[in-house]
């Protein structure tokens, strides 16, 4: 059996976002709860949505106080803002940090039995809908406004708790070109290959079906044709929109079908390092496209094709190999960190990761909800592995 759960309505398009007005005056709210982060208040993208909702006739308060690899704190401190206020929507504005504080939040709002956020880890016995929730993305990464998965971070244990439940999603979604071309380029590099990354193991999965197929791969396409001039060209509104539906498109696969170890592998990165979860996944991904190879063969050379390689005349392997040279490539191209050791503490030379820490973090990737979706049944042994070869 398979199943797919969407949103209600999505919109795509610069300028998109004025068709707020339509959905909040058709449901006659009056009161909006908006979810995003300092720095998109700081740079007006949020004010390119409260504008709309002035225009719509309603109120608003903004909660801003969401962290990358957002918190159980975070959470805690949104729904009481959120109690305190009594609205009747929940907006969320910005990448996948903002939109999973605010799945955390609407979800507690119907279910307060589950307030300690921990209890929400896993796939939640939840009895009711999340509070009305439409999502405003300004990445094309995570595609958080369209799947049933959020994640937060328990700092007290130093990981990460992934969330699964169909009650979560937003019911409207917009992607916005507009709202994504103040991103840096760093941020759109890491984003956008975590959507690639989204795409191929949504491909690959185990739990794979042939309608998320033909999402993952058409993302891959979507991805392998606009994230260079994303990046270069932050005003490119057809790379752009092209992202958008790139990372949109994967994640209506994905949080259908699972993901696998790359996600596992990364998790624990941003749990206890707070590495950026895009910036993981991207740096992971050739290795464990290499370690997955043997299970995935001819997948791996439909991946060459959408990522524009021509494939004719090359055996199973040599395409699967094109495949996994083309996605190294891309991430070079884009800058991204190709080994741990690369990665330093903020503002100084020191490394941020040491050999030593590795063992830790294969413990709790091979206990990830991700790492039953990989095509190859993995070991802890062989994820810490995987680490000391990307190290």
């Known amino acids: 059996m398979a199943r797919m759960v969407l949103n209600e309505t999505s919109y795509f398009g610069a300028g998109c976002r004025k068709e707020l007005i339509a959905e909040m005056q058709k449901k006659g709210m009056k009161k909006a709860f908006v979810v995003s982060d300092n720095d998109l208040v700081k740079f007006n993208v ?64 119907t279910n307060p039995d589950f307030a300690d956020v921990k209890s929400l880890e896993g796939v939640a016995d939840t009895k009711n809908r999340a509070f009305p929730t439409m999502a405003f993305a300004t990445t094309s990464g995570t595609a958080a406004e369209v799947t049933i998965n959020y994640v937060i971070t328990d700092e007290e244990a130093g990981r990460k708790l992934v969330c699964v439940d169909p009650n979560d999603i937003p019911y409207v979604a917009f992607n916005d070109a507009e709202m994504m071309m103040s991103m840096p380029k760093g941020l759109t590099a890491a984003t956008g290959m975590d959507a690639l990354t989204h795409a191929i193991e949504g491909y690959i999965t185990a739990g794979a079906t042939p309608v998320s197929d033909l999402l993952c791969w058409n993302s891959i396409k979507f991805i392998a044709d606009n994230l260079r001039d994303a990046v270069a060209d932050g005003s490119n509104a057809k790379a752009r929109e092209g992202m958008a539906y790139g990372s949109y498109v994967a994640g209506m696969a994905f949080s259908n079908v699972g993901l696998g170890i790359v996600h596992s592998m990364a998790h624990p990165l941003g749990a206890r390092f707070d590495v950026p979860h895009g910036v993981a996944n991207a740096l992971l991904l050739p290795y464990v496209m290499e370690y997955n190879k043997a299970s995935s063969l001819k997948k791996y050379g439909d991946i060459a094709r959408a990522m524009g390689v021509d494939i004719k005349g090359m055996t199973e392997e040599q395409a699967a190999d094109a495949a996994i040279e083309a996605v190294k490539k891309l991430s070079k191209d884009v800058n991204i960190p190709q080994t741990i050791k690369e990665l330093k503490r903020k503002g100084t030379d020191e490394v941020l990761i040491k050999e030593e820490d590795l063992a830790q973090l294969a413990k709790d990737a091979i206990i990830d909800p991700c790492t039953g979706g990989n095509p190859r049944v993995t070991t802890e042994e062989e994820i810490l592995e995987l680490y000391k070869i990307a190290y």
């Not at 390119?48 to 002035?54: A, G, L, Q, W």
């Not at 690899?69 to 996948?96: C, Q, R, S, W």
């Open 46 to 109: 949020v004010k390119m949505v409260t504008d709309v909702i002035e225009q719509a006739g309603a109120t608003y308060t903004v909660f801003s106080d969401v962290k990358a690899n957002p918190t159980i704190a975070n959470v805690k401190a949104g729904l009481k803002a959120f109690n305190e206020f009594k609205p009747d929507v929940i907006i969320a504005i910005g990448g996948g940090s903002c939109i999973d504080t605010a799945k955390a939040i609407g979800v507690i709002a």
